[in-house]
């Protein structure tokens, strides 16, 4: 059976991913061939004006999908979108959450718009990540 569609303003869960730690930055960078050092390298870091090493903005978006899915397994994410407000350093933790801002139903599937709000460990929002995707229509 399918779900009924969700009705715009639905929350998401909310998901504490915990601390990011290096290992993990280290994997993503050499995963994503991304060798920039800024990621894995304090002193590279703080040349480039910042506290400590930061986590890659896709890793963070690639973690979208893990909230995405713990609502709805039947969603067809067709594009993503970031907006960064400010670094995430390495260590930090990151907790993800969001809310429906619009559907659309139509004759085939239902378009659907998400909004998700990344925090830091301190609860400042670090990132806005907008979802574009599309739902199946429950069974009539």
Same mark, same amino acid.
């Given at each position: 059976?399918?779900?009924?569609?969700?009705?715009?303003?639905?929350? /998401?869960?909310?998901?504490?991913?915990?601390?990011?730690?290096?290992?993990?930055?280290?994997?993503?960078? @050499?995963?994503?061939?991304?060798?920039?050092?800024?990621?894995?390298?304090?002193?590279?870091?703080?040349?480039?004006?910042?506290?400590?090493?930061? /986590?890659?903005?896709?890793?963070?978006?690639?973690?979208?999908?893990?909230?995405?899915?713990?609502?709805?397994?039947?969603?067809?994410?067709?594009?993503?979108?970031?907006?960064?407000?400010?670094?995430?350093?390495?260590?930090?933790?990151?907790?993800?959450?969001?809310?429906?801002?619009?559907?659309?139903?139509?004759?085939?599937?239902?378009?659907?718009?998400?909004?998700?709000?990344?925090?830091?460990?301190?609860?400042?929002?670090?990132?806005?990540? @907008?979802?574009?995707?599309? /739902?199946? /229509?429950?069974?009539?």
């Amino acid at each position: 059976m399918i779900d009924p569609l969700p009705k715009s303003g639905m929350r /998401l869960p909310e998901i504490n991913f915990g601390s990011i730690g290096i290992e993990a930055t280290q994997r993503y960078a @050499e995963a994503a061939l991304d060798d920039n050092p800024i990621h894995i390298d304090g002193p590279a870091a703080r040349s480039a004006g910042l506290n400590a090493p930061v /986590l890659h903005g896709m890793f963070m978006m690639g973690l979208f999908e893990r909230v995405i899915a713990a609502w709805r397994s039947d969603i067809r994410i067709m594009r993503l979108h970031a907006t960064f407000v400010r670094p995430v350093f390495v260590g930090s933790a990151v907790v993800i959450g969001g809310r429906v801002a619009k559907i659309a139903p139509n004759d085939l599937n239902a378009d659907v718009i998400l909004r998700l709000i990344v925090r830091g460990g301190n609860g400042d929002i670090v990132c806005i990540g @907008e979802v574009f995707g599309r /739902l199946p /229509l429950p069974d009539r």
